[in-house]
């Protein structure tokens, strides 16, 4: 049975590591969620989480090395897998077994084949499981999909989603340096993810990549053009490599011409909507939490909203929005962009 609105959650972590520490602090700040477990291969991880959530005043989480043995003894409601894709099938697969509603980082799986496995398990079993695909839970995403929502712009027909930084990514996450997959999996899958959001599902997609630093094994930049079903072209580009000044990080530059007029989203979260009434502007800067870092305020309440989403969902029974159902289409696109790269052709995603 659903818990309802008001019914505490007992959630345990599986993940200790560089993002879990957001993932801790939210799980921490959220009414009605008592934050029973932390696990990690790596005991002093977890302990280190563990004496952060004591330090902060919230009782003590267990702490566990071994996923099934911390279900067995904790029986949380709730399992928020932290951990990099490779270990995602075991996990969500030893949560299906134990009947616990889930919700799981991105890349959901290192492969399309890798993550329909896994929707089949949680679906023979029918826990909830989402995917923590947080960028359409940022603040000023959420702010963009209202203005087209109640028309400001009209019909939108076409769009460019643009993150081109240098955010020097393998000084938190080193392991990316040694993956072959690198930018259209682990960041251009959040603005696939947010084209969906803002414009539904892509009928077709041309992709090409870049690779700029030395040293790594993976494409580091992407450009991609999106056809939407309902007929918008979408740009989608990504990179790790961009020398810009001032640096976006963490935005995502938006520019979207629609029927009506068109609106941007540029640096400093400032929104533009011009159309034949003239031009609004106005800020749509993220709320941070309170326990925030202001350059990461964006990503860390997006954590917030993402978590708290979940815990909704599973308050209410309703489906999350970025179920794994639903995230299987986004990793869909990925897959497309890869085969469209290697053929320097379009590619249906009808055929993926
Ligand atoms: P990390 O390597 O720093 O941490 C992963 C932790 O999981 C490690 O401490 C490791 O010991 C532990 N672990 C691995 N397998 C385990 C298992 N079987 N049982 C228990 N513990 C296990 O990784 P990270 O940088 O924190 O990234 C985690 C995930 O978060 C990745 O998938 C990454 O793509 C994603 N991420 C998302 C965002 C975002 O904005 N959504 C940002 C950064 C990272
Ligand atoms: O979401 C992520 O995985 C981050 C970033 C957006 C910086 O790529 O690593």
Not at 3 to 25: S, W, Y
Not at 147 to 166: F, H, N, Q, Y
Request: proline letters at 5%.
């Amino acid at each position: 049975m659903a818990k309802q609105t008001g019914d505490r959650l007992r959630v345990a972590m599986v993940g200790c590591g560089f993002f879990a520490r957001n993932h801790l602090l939210a799980w921490h700040h959220l009414p009605d969620v008592d934050l029973v477990g932390v696990c990690d291969l790596d005991p002093g991880r977890a302990q280190g989480f563990a004496d952060l959530i004591a330090e902060l005043g919230g009782s003590r989480p267990a702490v566990h090395t071994d996923l099934a043995a911390m279900l067995a003894e904790l029986r949380p409601d709730l399992v928020d897998v932290v951990t990099t894709m490779e270990s995602h099938e075991a996990l969500v697969g030893i949560c299906a077994e134990a009947g616990v509603a889930t919700i799981c980082q991105k890349p959901f799986a290192p492969d399309l084949a890798a993550v329909r496995r896994i929707v089949t398990t949680a679906e023979a079993v029918g826990i909830p499981l989402m995917i923590h695909e947080n960028f359409r839970f940022q603040g000023p995403m959420m702010a963009v999909r209202r203005c087209l929502d109640e028309g400001r712009i009209g019909t939108p027909l076409a769009a460019r989603l643009s993150w081109r930084c240098g955010f020097d990514v393998f000084k938190g996450q080193p392991y990316l340096a040694k993956v072959e997959r690198l930018v259209l999996l682990d960041l251009v899958i959040h603005l696939f993810d947010l084209a969906r959001f803002l414009f539904g599902d892509v009928a077709r997609i041309l992709a090409r990549t870049q690779r700029v630093r030395q040293g790594i094994a993976g494409e580091d930049g992407a450009v991609c053009l999106l056809e939407h079903e309902n007929g918008t072209i979408c740009e989608v580009l990504g990179s790790y490599h961009t020398r810009i000044d001032p640096d976006p990080f963490p935005q995502t530059l938006i520019r979207i011409d629609g029927t009506l007029g068109h609106l941007e989203v540029g640096h400093d979260y400032a929104l533009q909507v011009r159309t034949a009434a003239g031009t609004e502007c106005s800020s749509i800067a993220p709320v941070p939490p309170d326990w925030g870092d202001p350059v990461w305020a964006m990503v860390q309440e997006s954590v917030l909203n993402t978590q708290a989403h979940f815990v909704q969902a599973v308050q209410s029974g309703q489906e999350a929005a970025t179920s794994a159902r639903d995230n299987e289409k986004t990793f869909a696109l990925v897959e497309a962009a890869y085969r469209s790269d290697a053929s320097a052709a379009w590619v249906d995603l009808a055929t993926v």
